[in-house]
């Protein structure tokens, strides 16, 4: 399989450049600057990062294979110019944001197909004043003379050609991955679904896996790829946490028993909501639910004879955004998918899409032909609505919120809205306010209602419902749900936000 390694130094932009290369149909992985090169490669692309070369402890590169195509990108273009002797200046002027690039060697096949002149996005303080000997500039802006440049074979940018919204910088990554490295763009959800099914054959053989399925889209293309290889080896179980969507435990275990699954329902919502009593933490909420889920299906396992496996649906932004990848890369989240299992749990761990996006995954559950109904449902998160209710948790306001959100959710699919968003829910907010109801005053919660548009989670923008809908589902949710009084529309996108709230 062709593979193209990014090396991050703690970009912002570096899951971008994964993005770019994903959508060309070309596998690539995400290590972190510490970590030595150890695997074959196409291609090498040296992430940005908020580091300074001129910093004494600046992020260093592992050592390069040789004969590898390079692509460097803003501080992993600074830091190969200053190995190789190079004079890097901190710029009187900082450059951020949009600008003009001048090609000065269109011939370059790194830029075919790109115009001489095209708008690129800039994101730095520092700026390679003098190139190395047997460097060539081929690239400047108004600002930076070296904007890019190249050395035996190399392809080095001052810029950042994966942001999505500059004009031509998916064309130049796409001609790095496919024509300087040659990979041949064939990792598609047909290959990966066929590749993944012959790799857990062989890792699992006749061995026993138990998967906990949430009814997502994430859980169950994982839990059919392990069906279609180890047959009814595969034991499933349905978790109710209490903290799931209303009706949301017989439905879904119904649809999964109608896909042939060997499934059993489990109803644990008292020991979750137990455990979660008093807590109102995000973190700490997660880590609770995290050690249930892995508490249930370990006394789960114990029924069936010769278990040794546990499979997860874990993807890629899981583990992105759990665990630092790069040195200056922070945890946003933890994710109760990632990081590892208790020592006493006794089962190993397989997880076939831990290295896929959110889009890729569907892409593979059309390949094992999955129902609509399935991969259009929108993304709901591991521990439910626990983190859609901002406080502590109690039977009372998880009631309210449960109500509020399937009268949100079943408006969007009358009103024909569902599969126009990528993902929506209702969040009960710790707060009351005053209210006026049947000429007396109210003192109620309040309910946010997020809808969000996104490709695979990892950036999302707020989703410009009409505002007829809007009013609508507001006086449903105030008229009919008990406890609610006032109802608003969260406008914020990711970043800065988060999609969900905790």
């Given amino acids: 399989m062709d593979t193209i390694l990014i090396i991050d130094f703690g ?16 596998y690539c992985e995400i290590v972190p600057y510490s970590k030595p090169i150890s695997k074959e490669v196409k291609g090498i692309i040296l992430s940005g990062g908020p580091s300074s070369v001129l910093d004494a402890n600046a992020p260093k590169a592992p050592e390069l294979p040789e004969g590898v195509p390079l692509l460097a990108i803003c501080y992993g273009a600074q830091l190969l110019a200053s190995e190789k002797g190079g004079i890097i200046e901190a710029s009187s002027t900082s450059e951020y944001g949009r600008t003009m690039l001048e090609i000065k060697d269109v011939s370059d096949p790194l830029f075919a197909g790109v115009p001489s002149s095209s708008e690129v996005w800039m994101s730095h303080s520092d700026s390679i004043s003098t190139l190395p000997k047997g460097f060539k500039s081929i690239a400047s802006t108004e600002r930076v003379a070296n904007a890019a440049y190249r050395v035996c074979g190399q392809n080095i940018f001052q810029f ?14 796409k001609n790095f991955i496919l024509d300087i490295c040659g990979c041949d763009g064939t990792w598609t959800g ?32 994982a ?29 879904v275990l119904e649809q999964y028993k109608g896909l042939g699954f060997n499934i059993s329902g489990v109803r644990a919502g008292d020991k979750f909501l137990a455990d979660l009593k008093g807590v109102s933490d995000p973190e700490t909420k997660r880590k609770i639910i995290g050690r249930d889920f892995v508490e249930v299906f370990t006394e789960e396992a114990k029924k069936i004879k010769g278990v040794s496996w546990l499979g997860q649906g874990t993807i890629y932004p899981d583990v992105i955004e759990s665990s630092p990848v790069g040195g200056a890369s922070v945890c946003i989240k933890s994710h109760h998918n990632v990081g590892g299992l208790p020592a006493n749990l006794h089962l190993k761990l397989v997880e076939p899409i831990r290295m896929l996006f959110k889009d890729e995954v569907r892409k593979v559950g059309v390949a094992l032909g999955l129902p609509d109904e399935i991969l259009s449902r929108h993304p709901f998160p591991g521990p439910g609505l626990a983190i859609r209710l901002i406080g502590e948790i109690t039977p009372e306001k998880l009631s309210i919120l449960q109500e509020a959100d399937a009268i949100y959710v079943e408006g969007l699919r009358e009103a024909g809205l569902y599969n126009k968003v990528w993902q929506a829910g209702a969040i009960l907010l710790p707060i009351k306010s005053v209210g006026v109801m049947g000429d007396e005053r109210t003192y109620e919660y309040t309910i946010a209602l997020r809808a969000v548009n996104s490709i695979d989670g990892m950036t999302a923008d707020w989703a410009r419902l009409p505002y007829d809908f809007l009013a609508k589902i507001s006086g449903d949710i105030i008229n009919k749900v008990k406890g609610v009084n006032r109802v608003v529309y969260d406008i914020s996108s990711k970043p800065p936000s988060t999609i969900e709230w905790e």
């Fill in 11 to 26: 970009s912002q932009y570096t899951k971008l450049i994964a993005r770019c290369v994903r959508e060309q149909n070309v």
């Fill in 160 to 173: 950042h050609p994966e942001v999505q919204h500059k004009e031509n910088g998916a064309e130049i990554i």
């Fill in 190 to 221: 047909e290959n990966f679904a066929e590749s993944t099914i012959t790799a857990l054959k062989k890792q699992l053989g006749n061995d026993k896996v138990v998967m906990g399925l949430s009814g997502g889209v994430d859980s169950t293309v």
């Fill in 223 to 251: 839990a059919t790829l392990l069906q279609k290889a180890i047959g009814d080896n595969l034991h499933c179980i349905f978790v109710d946490s209490g903290l799931l969507r209303k009706n949301e435990f017989e439905r």
